[in-house]
């Protein structure tokens, strides 16, 4: 009989591509709507970087090409962790892929077996569980509580440890909630792994959107270089989310592993994206410190107009473009907030549990967008509110 693999009735989708449909689909009946709900900066590379794709593209740059990435720019990503992160790894422990989820999943599958427990942050990016899902692993969500300003809780964690544990995801800064996790939390997680024998999957695709000191990677703590896999790539930092390329920093063995996933899959990543890729990563015209100068500007704004709104409660977020709004106080959902919002308000985000069962009480609002949608937005939202305001009265 023909049928569909149990393993896709346990992966989930994405809470902010199913808000976007709906919102496109307003749009589509004549409906203003301004879009908060994608984690998508609101900018483009810089002319250099246009240039040298499509210089290479011209150029026939256009074949299949080295599993790996090309070494241009594999040396080139070393070379830009060192800059930027202060960590020391060879072009050989790089593996490009077709965007940061691509390498997720290929990492995973390359290291779980089925039952293998997986630790990950809840509230946290929606793959990490359902990929683990998917594998035939545990999904084991640690609590980001805004009680402990949604950092990881050490204790927490090691009280979770099992002896199928095989994994720890970390994710700062993270998506939904901006946390930027302190160097003690981070020292205590590497402590944690280097006693149970874990591996580590940073996912550091935020590290550069960062509004305080300087930025530490996991791969910094002792023990570390030999069980940590950092995942990055160019959608958030370089804010070319659609040329779909990320990367792997790995260990020895498990670069093969990964070279056997890229071989049985998607052989290369796309030769002349990678050449503009190179270009973006020099960023002679400065266009990651101008974007990130500009979201701390539109955070301070944003996070203030939504302190404003009744009911709402938000922490300035330390990295990422997120302001993750604890709704408790309006005496509402966050499902019910957001139907408001859409239908009625004209601003799409999303309910903070497409995040994980302890985002439940919040909302996620992406200020990757122009500062006048932000204040057109906050305008919305706080006319909105006189929907919940009745309901608190009602009380
Ligand atoms: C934490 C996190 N990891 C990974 C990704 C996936 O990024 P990419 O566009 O490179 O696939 C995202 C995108 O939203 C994210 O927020």
Sequence with gaps: MRSIASRMSVMTGEGALS???????????????????LGEPDFHPGPSVIESATRALAEGKDRYCAVAGLPALREEIAAYLKRTRNIDVSAANI???????????????????????????????????????GLGAVPVPFELSSRNHFQPNPSEIAGKITRRTRMMITNSP????????????????AEIAVKHDLWV?????????????????????????ERTLIIDGFSKSFAMTGWRLGYTVAPPEVVSAL????????????????????DAMRDREGSTPRMVA???????????????????????????????????????????????????????????????????????????SSVENLDEAA?????ASTVWQGTLAER
């Design 19 to 37: 808000v976007y449909a709906r919102a496109k689909e307003l749009e589509s009946q004549g409906h203003s709507i301004i879009h908060l709900e």
């Design 95 to 133: 593996v490009t892929a077709p965007g940061c989820k691509a390498a997720l999943f290929f990492a995973m599958m390359a290291l779980l077996e089925p039952g293998d427990e997986v630790l990950y942050p809840d509230p946290g990016f929606p793959g990490y569980a359902s990929i683990a899902l």
């Design 174 to 189: 993270g998506n939904p909630t901006g946390t930027v996790y302190t160097d003690a939390v981070q020292r205590a997680l």
């Design 201 to 225: 999957l940073s996912d550091e695709i935020y590290a550069r959107i960062i509004y305080g000191s300087e930025y530490i990677s996991m791969l910094r703590y002792p023990g570390m270089e």
């Design 259 to 278: 070279l056997m996933m890229a071989v049985n899959t998607y052989t290369c990543v796309n030769e002349f994206v990678q050449y503009g890729a190179i």
């Design 294 to 368: 500009e979201f701390a500007r539109r955070r301070e704004r944003f996070v203030h107009n939504l302190n404003q709104v009744p009911g709402f409660q938000c922490e300035a977020p330390e990295g990422a473009f997120y302001a993750w709004v604890d709704i408790r106080g309006t005496g509402t959902s966050a499902e019910e907030i957001c139907r408001v919002l859409l239908e009625d308000g004209g601003v799409a985000a999303i309910p903070g549990a497409a995040f994980g069962p302890s985002g439940r009480d919040f909302v996620r609002f992406s200020f990757a």
């Design 379 to 383: 305008a919305r939202i706080k006319r």
